[in-house]
């Protein structure tokens, strides 16, 4: 039998990158130079997944659960500071399948609003992400309805792995990727891929160093869960399955301020007219503000992962 995330291959992934194909976007690559950001010359190049649908990676994760897992007559549910949410919500919606949200209170009302656009049933349970997902475990078992979690499943995993996949046929010669960390699934599923071939480096808010701390003890263990990018990246405990995978391949992790990831935000919006929101603007700001330090010459990626906030309102133009 398979240990935590062994069935996680760049094997699975490609396996599971045919399934989902028809139903994810295959996300843009801009390439940018340094001094654009007010850094010395070298190449940064940009992952677009905020332009994935529901607005996060996460639709990958949440297609790749809905199409190759059995769904009972009760649907699914899941919890989440608002992207997995969303992301379930629009899947389930393209695939006629009822599906019941649990968001804490720190989701964003942007998060929230786009889960009620998709039709999901919605509930606010608690203050926190654990608060969530204990709504949802209930919810499930008073219902039968199939759990689908944000990151801590081989299935959500292999999903958020086909960015991986993707990212070396648009940049076949990178050797850093910097992947924002929560729970793990999406710097997981892009180290499976890769295997060690390129370095996978996990970027965490100070406020909420989950996989700093579980590298730091050899296990996952409970963090701080806080920050200004709390709705993504504070689920204040990395998975069991998730943690196996990084330990191996990506054992690596930089840390950044909430006011680098603020920062970054703005940066990406001056530059390059890119709305992101704190979670999806964290790997980001890792380059900006040196928490990184590129060496010369060498070629880095990053994923711009989220871009799911009310940071720039149309209505007050009309």
Request: hydrophobic fraction near 45%; proline fraction near 6%.
């Amino acid at each position: 039998m398979d240990g935590p995330g062994e069935a996680v291959t760049p094997q699975a992934i490609a396996a599971c990158e045919k399934i989902i194909r028809p139903y994810i976007r295959r996300t843009p690559v801009v390439g940018t130079d340094g001094r654009e950001f007010g850094l010395s010359a070298g190449a940064i190049c940009l992952k677009l997944e905020l332009m994935q649908h529901s607005g996060a990676f996460k639709a990958r994760g949440a297609f790749t659960n809905l199409l190759t897992r059995a769904i009972p007559k009760a649907g699914v549910v899941a919890a989440s500071g608002g992207n997995h949410g969303a992301a379930v919500a629009y899947a389930a919606m393209r695939l006629g399948i009822p599906a019941k949200i649990f968001v804490p209170s720190v989701s964003s009302p942007a998060k929230i609003a786009r889960i009620r656009e998709y039709g999901a049933d919605l509930t606010i349970e608690g203050d926190g992400y654990a608060d969530a997902l204990a709504g949802s475990e209930a919810w499930a078992q008073q219902t039968g309805a199939l759990p689908v979690h944000a990151f801590d499943q081989n299935e959500t995993i292999m999903g958020q792995g086909t960015i991986g996949l993707e990212l070396e046929q648009q940049l076949p010669n990178i050797d850093t990727v910097l992947v924002a960390v929560g729970g793990g699934g999406l710097v997981a599923g892009i180290a499976a891929w890769y295997a060690g071939r390129i370095k996978v480096i996990g970027v965490e808010p100070f406020a909420a160093p989950t996989l700093t701390r579980a590298l730091e003890a050899g296990h996952p263990v409970d963090a701080e869960a806080g920050g200004l990018a709390a709705d993504s990246l504070a689920p204040r405990r990395v998975g069991e399955i998730v943690f196996p995978i990084v330990q191996k391949y990506a054992p690596r992790t930089v840390l950044v301020t909430d006011d680098a990831i603020a920062d970054a935000q703005q940066t990406l919006w001056r530059a390059l007219r890119i709305v992101a929101e704190p979670g999806g603007a964290a790997a980001f700001s890792a380059i900006l503000s040196g928490a990184y330090r590129p060496a010369d010459g060498e070629r880095v990626a990053v994923v711009v992962s989220g871009g799911n906030t009310a940071a720039v309102n149309f209505d007050i133009t009309r």
